[in-house]
């Protein structure tokens, strides 16, 4: 049986940490899903790791849309939570709501993500109240880097800090299942999940939370151009991955590759016939 959001505020309620992890493929999402991990987050994080932009700002909702399904055909059991790229909800309520139901229409996921606080309140509301299940996201919001003058850690400031806080707020009253809270100082994030009566998920945002997430590539050492502080590796595959390349290079350049194991094979019989008819 999938887990649902409910499930999630019952895992809060009783104290149980919520292990989120993202996938952007079938492949990623089958192991996720078979370790029993009860989160997956499709994350526009795949501009990066994936597709090799410089960011998350060039990703587009076809993008996601192309590996939300992907994933939704490798999950079974996880709650698939569609992350909504920049653009697809900040122009007005109605596109939020066209594309938030594409995610559940189109990509198999159950609920979606969107960044921001007091300004898309109003707008989760409206999402909510159609049936569209929407996760919260505040503190560092990749799709705002421009604005907020880079990646970096937010809420340091009282008068930052307070915003946070009414912004938390401010999306449980309008209905978010849950709340990520990205690199932000530790003892503020245990203020807000103490405060809300939601789960919060925190990257980069101290064991306060209720839950915490991590990008598949940076945990197992696939992705290597940035490896951000809150980012832990708990194996090296890309390292593993380039030995395994190179090994296999190595055996069909001295011919010990493929052996008989490796290959389909016809009867003596019919290659000798066959031998005998192209002589």
């Known amino acids: 049986m999938r887990v649902t959001i409910n499930d999630l505020r019952d895992m809060k309620a009783n104290g149980e940490k919520i292990p989120m992890i993202t996938a952007y493929d079938y492949t990623s999402a089958r192991i996720v899903d078979a370790a029993g991990v009860p989160v997956i987050l499709v994350g526009d994080t795949l501009g990066q790791v994936v597709l090799g932009y410089d960011s998350t700002l060039p990703v587009t909702i076809d993008e996601m849309l192309h590996h939300t399904k992907a994933v939704a055909r490798g999950a079974e059991r996880a709650l698939i939570i569609g992350d909504m790229p920049f653009m697809t909800y900040q122009t007005s309520t109605e596109d939020a709501m066209r594309n938030a139901g594409r995610f559940l229409q189109e990509g198999g996921a159950q609920a979606v993500k969107l960044e921001g606080g007091v300004h898309v309140a109003a707008t989760v509301r409206r999402m909510v109240e159609s049936g569209i299940p929407v996760m919260g996201h505040i503190g560092l919001t990749p799709q705002s880097v421009h604005q907020l003058g880079g990646y970096r850690v937010q809420g340091k400031s009282l008068k930052s800090a307070v915003r946070l806080m009414e912004d938390a707020r401010a999306l449980e009253e309008a209905g978010v299942f849950s709340l990520v809270l990205e690199c932000v100082p530790a003892s503020l994030a245990k203020l807000i999940t103490e405060r809300l009566s939601i789960p919060t998920i925190g990257i980069g945002a101290g064991a306060g ?71």
């Not at 003596?268 to 005998?276: F, G, K, Y």
Request: proline share 3%.
């Open 209 to 279: 939370c209720d839950g915490q997430v991590q990008v598949f590539h940076d945990m197992l050492g696939l992705f290597s151009d940035f490896v951000p502080r809150h980012a832990k590796r708990y194996a090296t595959l890309g390292e593993a991955i380039a030995d395994a390349v190179a090994a296999y290079m190595g055996e069909v350049r001295d011919g010990s590759f493929p052996t008989r194991k490796h290959s389909y094979h016809i009867s003596d019989d019919v290659l000798a016939e066959l031998e005998a008819q192209v002589r």
